[in-house]
C-alpha cells in the first residue's frame, strides 16, 4: 500500500517480561503474524540482561530485520501501596516510577544501560501506566533515551510529539465496557489533525480475550485502510 501523508500508527504490546522466555517469544511470534505490522515491545527487565537469554536473542534477530523495537519499561512495574493512593484507581499499584527512591532510581539507571548495551542501541523509555513523579520524569531524561512516553504525549530531546494511546488492558468486563468508550473517543481524535500519530498498545491480558483482540483488530484494519502507515514506536516521531 502506498502512503502519501503523515498518519502512522504504532501497534504495541506492553509487559512482556525477560523471564517470559519461549512463552514471551511465541506471544510475540503470533502478535505480529495476527497484525501483519512492526510490534513495539515494551520489556520488563525483571532478571539480569544476559545476551544468550532467548527472549533476548529473539529480539535482537527481529530488531536487525526492523521487525521489532524495544522499548524499556522499568524493572519490577510496581509501586508500594503506600504511594499515589488517590490515583490508583488508575494505576492499581503498578506504576513504578511514583515512587522517588534511590534504589527505583539506580535499578533503572543499571537495567536501562545494560538493556542498551545488549541491543547495542539507544531506547525509548514508558514509564508504567504512563506516569512518573516529576524527579523521576527528569532522571527518566537524564538518561538520554531515544524518546519518553506520556499518556497524551512522546518528548525526544527536541520535541514534544501528541499521539493518543489506544488501549485497553483489563480483563474484567465492566473495566472494559468503560475502557472501551475511551478507547473509542480517543480513536474518533485520531482522525483529526494534530492528533494523527497514534499508539495502540496491546497488554497481556487482551491477548487471551477475543472480544478485545477484534476491537484492536478491526480499528487496526480500519486505520491501515484510511492509509495510517503502520510503524515502529520511534518513527512516529518528528
Ligand atoms: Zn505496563
Not at 523495537?69 to 511514583?98: M, R
Request: charged content about 20%; hydrophobic content about 40%; glycine content about 2%.
Amino acid at each position: 500500500m502506498q502512503y502519501k501523508n503523515n498518519k502512522k500508527i504504532s501497534i504495541a504490546l506492553h509487559d512482556v517480561r525477560v523471564s517470559s522466555g519461549n512463552s514471551g517469544i511465541q506471544m510475540i511470534s503470533k502478535l505480529i503474524t495476527t497484525i501483519d505490522s512492526p510490534l513495539t515491545i515494551h520489556l520488563i527487565c525483571d532478571i539480569q540482561i544476559i545476551k544468550n537469554n532467548k527472549l533476548i536473542l529473539f529480539l535482537i534477530e527481529q530488531i536487525k530485520e526492523n521487525k521489532i523495537e524495544v522499548v524499556y519499561h522499568g524493572v519490577t512495574h510496581k509501586c508500594k501501596n503506600s504511594i499515589g493512593k488517590f490515583t490508583s484507581f488508575y494505576h492499581n499499584y503498578e506504576a513504578e516510577f511514583l515512587e522517588n527512591s534511590l534504589i527505583v532510581s539506580s535499578n533503572t539507571k543499571y537495567a536501562f544501560q545494560n538493556l542498551k548495551m545488549i541491543l547495542n542501541q539507544n531506547l525509548g523509555i514508558c514509564p508504567p501506566c504512563w506516569i512518573s513523579t516529576k524527579e523521576n520524569f527528569k532522571m527518566l531524561k537524564s538518561l538520554n533515551p531515544l524518546y519518553v512516553e506520556k499518556m497524551i504525549f512522546i518528548f525526544n530531546q527536541k520535541n514534544k510529539n501528541i499521539s493518543p494511546v489506544i488501549s485497553l488492558g483489563s480483563s474484567k468486563d465492566k473495566d472494559l465496557f468503560l475502557l472501551k468508550i475511551l478507547g473509542n473517543i480517543t480513536y474518533l481524535f485520531t482522525f483529526i489533525y494534530p492528533f494523527q500519530k497514534v499508539r495502540l498498545v496491546f497488554h497481556l491480558c487482551d491477548l487471551k480475550n477475543q472480544k478485545s483482540m477484534s476491537y484492536f483488530i478491526k480499528k487496526i484494519n480500519y486505520l491501515k485502510s484510511k492509509n495510517f502507515k503502520p510503524v515502529l514506536l520511534k518513527d512516529l516521531l518528528d
